[in-house]
């Protein structure tokens, strides 16, 4: 099988999704594609193309890495960050390209080719999965970071360094956030973790805002459209789940310089979300924190119960210490279950450096934060 196609956007092609079906045959033992487009950048502002995958069953892969050159290998024993190593069923298989930006100004073209290698199938070595971590602790305040990124997406760092990087930071858990994907879950999901809690989580990047779903290992199909009521569904069925549907960053900065990062889904604000980041990275960066925090206060103000969050939204290495948001979240363990629990209750505070122990006695009671 072999695929090629060119052709050229313009900013009315913004936000759109570009279907190429394809059939597989039964000996396919490998797919490749290679994927282009130029210019990369106009006037300082970054084209932003990304590619998803499904095969005959649903969604297989998305590489939201942007890049200006971009390839996906998939066999049965392995696969290119963002994709799932796995058999190549015969059948239909569809490729799309995300046109999340498209910067106004020259047009921007891009070529796509698709081939299958056909033969014997590699065989596929089970690697070793990661025994569950023992809780211990009992009852306690833990901090860590509930957004993070790593090559499964955009991010400049690999999921092995990530996990790393939190042990060396004295972190007590993270939740992995990779951009509409959950392919980093499951290498994290076979790495030993001695000390700290990876836990699994996703960030549905879509062209009108983000939201993160923490404790979710399931893909969730982010391509909705704000007044059709699927991004509260989404939402629903995310609590539903026992999980925590948190806007993320909502007063971005918005398109063209960051595409689709501002929130515009006006029935969840906050609707049937549970929580809001209010801190994203650095506070004097660009996510909007103080409008962030004003909108959380609005909220609270109008009788809305909603949890208010943080999160690093690293891509690499952390920076110093005294700049990243991170969660401090009394749980009864540490573990995923109970760390969700606990935001869920609105028992956290964010910190980029002080730990704060607070409480209240009246006689024999004694009430802690959150």
Not at 4 to 24: G, M, N
Not at 35 to 64: C, K, M, Y
Not at 319 to 338: G, K, N, Q, S
Request: charge should be negative; aromatic fraction near 10%.
């Amino acid at each position: 099988m072999h695929l090629y196609d060119q052709q050229t956007l313009t900013h009315a092609d913004c936000k759109r999704v570009i279907a190429y079906p394809f059939e597989l045959a039964a000996d396919c033992r490998q797919l490749d594609v290679q994927f282009a487009f130029d210019p990369p950048h106009e006037q300082g502002i970054d084209n932003v193309l990304s590619l998803a995958l499904f095969d005959p069953a649903g969604w297989r892969g998305t590489s939201h890495c942007c890049r200006a050159a971009q390839e996906i290998h998939i066999n049965a024993a392995a696969a290119t960050p963002g994709y799932l190593a796995g058999p190549l069923p015969a059948g239909r298989w569809e490729l799309q390209i995300e046109t999340h930006g498209v910067v106004p100004g020259t047009a921007c073209t891009y070529t796509l080719e698709i081939a299958s290698q056909d033969g014997v199938a590699d065989e596929v070595i089970p690697l070793p999965v990661r025994p569950p971590r023992d809780a211990g602790g009992g009852p306690a305040w833990y901090r860590g970071d509930l957004h993070t990124h790593t090559f499964h997406s955009d991010g400049h760092i690999s999921v092995a360094d990530r996990l790393a990087t939190a042990e060396a930071l004295g972190l007590d858990f993270f939740f992995l956030t990779d951009h509409n994907t959950i392919s980093g879950l499951v290498e994290l999901d076979r790495l030993p973790s001695p000390r700290v809690l990876p836990a699994g989580g996703i960030e549905l990047t879509t062209f009108w805002g983000h939201a993160l779903c923490l404790g979710g290992r399931e893909w969730i199909d982010w391509r909705v459209r704000p007044g059709s009521g699927e991004m509260a569904a989404i939402a629903r069925a995310a609590e539903a789940a026992g999980q925590v549907f948190i806007i993320a960053h909502p007063y971005s900065t918005d398109d063209p310089y960051c595409t689709g990062c501002a929130w515009h889904y006006d029935d969840v604000m906050p609707g049937p979300a549970h929580a809001v980041e209010v801190w994203n990275g650095r506070w004097d960066g660009d996510s909007g924190n103080e409008a962030n925090l004003a909108l959380w206060y609005g909220w609270l103000n109008a009788g809305q119960r909603i949890v208010a969050t943080c999160g690093t939204d690293s891509h690499s290495l952390y920076r110093a210490v005294e700049t990243e948001p991170f969660a401090h979240i009394y749980a009864d363990e540490l573990t995923e279950a109970a760390l969700i629990a606990a935001i869920r209750r609105g028992r956290l505070y964010m910190s980029s450096g002080p730990r704060l122990e607070l409480s209240a006695r009246a006689d024999a009671a004694v009430a802690g934060m959150g």
